[in-house]
T-cell receptor
Framework: AQRVTQPEKLLSVFKGAPVELKCNYS??????LFWYVQYSRQRLQLLLR??SRESIKGFTADLNKGETSFHLKKPFAQEEDSAMYYC???????????FGKGNQVVVIP | DAGVIQSPRHEVTEMGQEVTLRCKPI?????LFWYRQTMMRGLELLIY????????DSGMPEDRFSAKMPNASFSTLKIQPSEPRDSAVYFC????????????????FGPGTRLTVT
């Protein structure tokens, strides 16, 4: 079964400081990994996916198959980054997503 | 496009009452998902439909929960009878599950229904 672990529930960082959200997964095949974000009073939305290999809003995430990780990083946090972040996994050929429990990020001005 | 539409946005009910949550997926999408979000358990998949057919309902907590999708533009999640531990935010999401570019299979979420059972 596929599983995602996000160890820290709450992360507080100062504006301008780096932020890193950890995500580890367990899956025996070739997974697809995603980060979803939910800003206050907004819908859950896709932030980025590992196959795109792109930077969105300054965030990047690299899939490390050796460490089974997909950590989300941003070098300089902004106040608008305050949100709930979910890591999610999906196996190829299956459209079912399994989410981690989420990280609440608070950026302190 | 208004995106995925859910109603009601908030529901407060007493224990034992029946609760029905509604979802209208994005037009043209062929998969629909119901999730439950709680502080303790995060975001859990309850059930998903493909082409109006339930594919995986293994996440449905118990027989008190049922979901239907009578047509491509409407789905309901019903709890009968409701209990305080059902209090959560319930999300509906939809996706287009056929390869049609980078956004294929991407799930689009509704605003959620916040359910409180007293």
């Amino acid at each position: 079964a596929q599983r995602v672990t996000q160890p820290e529930k709450l992360l507080s960082v100062f504006k301008g400081a780096p932020v890193e959200l950890k995500c580890n997964y367990s899956y025996s095949g070739s997974p697809e990994l995603f980060w979803y974000v939910q800003y206050s009073r907004q819908r859950l939305q896709l932030l980025l996916r590992h196959i795109s290999r792109e930077s969105i809003k300054g965030f990047t995430a690299d899939l490390n198959k050796g460490e089974t990780s997909f950590h989300l990083k941003k070098p300089f946090a902004q106040e608008e980054d305050s949100a709930m972040y979910y890591c999610a996994i999906r196996s190829y050929g299956n459209n079912r997503l399994a989410f981690g429990k989420g990280n609440q990020v608070v950026v302190i001005p | 496009d208004a995106g995925v539409i859910q109603s009601p946005r908030h529901e407060v009910t007493e224990m034992g009452q029946e609760v029905t949550l509604r979802c209208k997926p994005i037009s043209g999408h062929n998969s629909l998902f119901w999730y439950r979000q709680t502080m303790m358990r995060g975001l859990e998949l309850l059930i998903y439909f493909n082409n109006n057919v339930p594919i995986d309902d293994s996440g449905m907590p118990e027989d008190r929960f049922s979901a239907k999708m009578p047509n491509a533009s409407f789905s309901t999640l019903k709890i009968q009878p409701s209990e305080p531990r059902d209090s959560a935010v319930y999300f509906c999401a939809s996706s287009l599950d056929s390869y049609s570019g980078p956004s294929s299979y991407e799930q689009y979420f509704g605003p959620g229904t916040r359910l409180t059972v007293t």
